[in-house]
């Protein structure tokens, strides 16, 4: 794999993980992240996960396509 799509497999990992965090754990991610309590405070949590973890799917996606299409 070359460095370029191993770096972009990294920052997916880290994306996915993190918005899997905020989608399971809320009330930690609000309290390590400071964020009021409130039911506003919980949806943004909510969306910014789901966003992150899109993102580290897509990411991830785009890496393994990456490395298959440049094997072949």
């Known amino acids: 794999m070359r460095l370029d799509l191993a770096i972009m497999a ?6 996915g993980a993190a918005g899997l965090t905020l989608l399971v ?6 309290a390590l992240l400071s964020v009021p309590e409130g039911e506003p405070a919980l949806y943004a949590l909510r ?12 990411l991830g996606s785009f890496a393994t396509v990456g490395s298959l299409v440049l094997a072949a």
Do not use: H
Request: proline share 4%; net charge positive; glycine share 12%.
């Open 25 to 30: 754990k809320p009330a930690a991610a609000r």
């Open 10 to 15: 990294g920052v997916a990992t880290a994306a």
């Open 47 to 58: 969306i910014a996960g789901m966003m992150l973890a899109a993102l580290g799917l897509m």
